[in-house]
């Protein structure tokens, strides 16, 4: 069956692991996605590391790679995603071609929804709600993760719920994600209090009691509170499962989440929100899960599908 290589990269680390048959990582190495130096610093990253990897521990039968956002997984083609700062990114060919190996991509929401449905809590039926860089959901039913029709997953951080006045990163406003990732925290942080911070140390500080990470993380907390009730609503799901940077920032976001959630389902029982069982690993499993479905099906890059012209988006 031969080794893996998995992937996952966001907007502020890129990791990479070689897993044997047996599913033990056989060696792991991360590094801080350079988004500051730009979306070619970025592009250039990802390879390397898995090239780096590849050559010191391959050779691997198959790479799997996910990435927040849009992706075409046919072509190898990243639409758009915040960890890359640019569009229609042809990253799976330049990854097969550094390591001699057929690439699969994906979106860390429906890898990781997938980790979890294989390897997780247990559930047959529950939304995967993602929170780190965006916020997106995947429906897992009855064990497999059900696929969309589109290019982008579950987007709830776009659905047009939240408080007006601010304005998203993808034009609109009163999106979720405007105020409940981890770079809006910071960002939003930083112009309360005139001081940069971290999503980890906001969190440490709202703990603590001080007045602006309060505030700050309130709103946060609220936005998915709204985009997890209105998925809930409609899908009529008993459990959402949360995995991404926030949700493994620690016990802080579900005690607030499930108050605002009770609020939000007056007379029936609110949907349970538990974090994922994998941790920071989710993606990871992901990835490598869906390196070794892709030598079953066609989702594979070949070098036809490598030098195909990707379709235009928007």
């Known amino acids: 069956m031969g080794n893996v290589l998995a ?34 610093k970025v592009t250039h990253a990802v390879p390397t590391l898995a090239d780096r990897l590849a050559r010191r521990h391959g050779p691997v039968a198959t790479a799997g790679l996910v990435v927040s956002g849009r992706v075409d997984e046919g072509l ?74 589109a290019e982008w997953p579950g987007d709830i951080g776009h659905l047009p719920i939240g408080p007006n006045g601010r304005t998203c990163t993808c034009g609109s406003n009163r999106c979720p994600e405007s105020y409940a990732t981890a770079p809006a925290i910071a960002r939003l942080h930083a112009r309360a209090s005139g001081k940069p911070a971290t999503t980890g140390q906001v969190v440490a500080r709202a703990a603590r009691g001080d007045a602006i990470a309060r505030r700050v993380w309130n709103d946060a907390v609220q936005a998915p509170a709204d985009g997890i009730a209105a998925t809930a609503s409609i899908l009529d799901n008993e459990v959402i499962v949360s995995g991404g940077g926030l949700a493994e920032s620690g016990r802080s976001p579900f005690v607030p989440l499930h108050k605002r959630l009770d609020r939000r389902f ?49």
Do not use: Y
């Open 266 to 314: 007056p007379g029936k029982r609110a949907p349970t929100v538990v974090r994922s069982a994998l941790g920071p690993s989710t993606a990871m499993l992901g990835a490598a899960i869906r390196a070794r479905q892709s030598r079953k099906n066609t989702h594979v890059l070949s070098s036809e599908s490598a030098n195909a012209s990707p379709r235009p988006v928007g």
């Open 7 to 40: 992937v996952p990269t966001d907007a502020s680390t890129t990791r990479g692991a070689v897993i044997d048959p047996f599913w033990s990582m056989v060696a792991t190495e991360t590094l801080r996605t350079p988004r500051e130096s730009g979306p070619d």
């Open 76 to 149: 190898g083609v990243i639409r758009r995603s915040p960890s890359i700062g640019r569009r229609d990114v042809r990253i799976a060919p330049m990854l097969r071609e550094r390591v001699g190996a057929p690439v699969v991509l994906d979106c860390a929401v429906r890898a990781s929804a997938l980790a979890e449905s294989m390897c997780g809590n247990g559930h047959e039926d529950f939304v995967f709600v993602r929170l780190g860089t965006g916020a997106t959901a995947a429906l897992v039913s009855t064990g497999p993760v059900i696929p969309t029709v």
